[in-house]
């Protein structure tokens, strides 16, 4: 089965200051795609960013960027000028293109972020 | 507005009784999905439904249950043979299962306590 690992239970960054969320997961697919989601207090869950794995160049959303490293099966968030809207947890995912597991979520365990004034 | 709508927002269950947590989509989705929360273990895979009338057990599938008579509806069932129900269930939909490049969208969650 999929795992996704997110090594960092806790993160916290100053207002205005970037922070990067690391993310690894494990899988012998080669096509496949990447999510970031974001939950804040009111635990609704929202799509931060996407990337698919055939694209080599990473995905930017205004403030929000990916470094994804398909070899190394890294998939690292960077949140730059962090403002306190941000404050939440985060969310891996990953989701197969093929295969028995086609169309399923998998999440890592989340790493909760805390955006200080 | 298309959406998920999951109810109640809270629920109670005494011991040994079944319990249904609700959730409604108009978002004309194929594939639905419920997730439980807990604290520190990400959000884990109970049953999914690629289209009506058709679904597929998850990860911890085992002391719930689940119905997909509707495209719009796919309620969640607890039943008193999950002994640990306590947590935050989580119902999600996307376009179709193959669209793997589509996001899975969430609904507001419900939180689910023993009396």
């Known amino acids: 089965a999929q795992t996704v690992t997110q090594s960092q239970p806790e993160m916290s960054v100053q207002e205005a200051e970037t922070v990067t969320l690391s993310c690894t997961y494990d899988t012998s697919e080669s096509d496949y795609y990447l999510f970031w989601y974001k939950q804040p207090p009111s635990r609704q869950m929202i799509l931060v960013i996407r990337q698919e794995a055939y694209k080599q160049q990473n995905a930017t959303e205004n403030r929000f960027s990916v470094n994804f490293q398909k070899a190394a099966k890294s998939f690292s968030l960077k949140i730059s000028d962090s403002q306190l809207g941000d404050a939440a947890m985060y969310f891996c995912a990953y989701r197969a293109d093929r295969g028995s597991t086609l169309g399923r979520l998998y999440f890592g365990r989340g790493t909760q972020l805390t955006v200080w004034p | 507005d298309g959406g998920i709508t999951q109810s109640p927002k809270y629920l109670f269950r005494k011991e040994g009784q079944n319990v249904t947590l609700s959730c409604e989509q108009n978002l004309n989705h194929d594939a639905m999905y419920w997730y439980r929360q807990d604290p520190g273990q990400g959000l884990r895979l109970i049953y999914y439904s690629q289209i009506v009338n058709d679904f597929q057990k998850g990860d911890i599938a085992e002391g719930y249950s689940v119905s997909r008579e509707k495209k719009e509806s796919f309620p969640l069932t607890v039943t008193s043979a999950q002994k640990n129900p306590t947590a935050f269930y989580l119902c999600?939909?996307?376009?179709?299962?193959?669209?793997?490049?589509?996001?899975?969208?969430f609904g507001d969650g419900t939180r689910l306590s023993i009396l």
């Open positions: 999600a939909s996307s376009i179709r299962d193959d669209r793997v490049d589509q996001p899975q969208h």
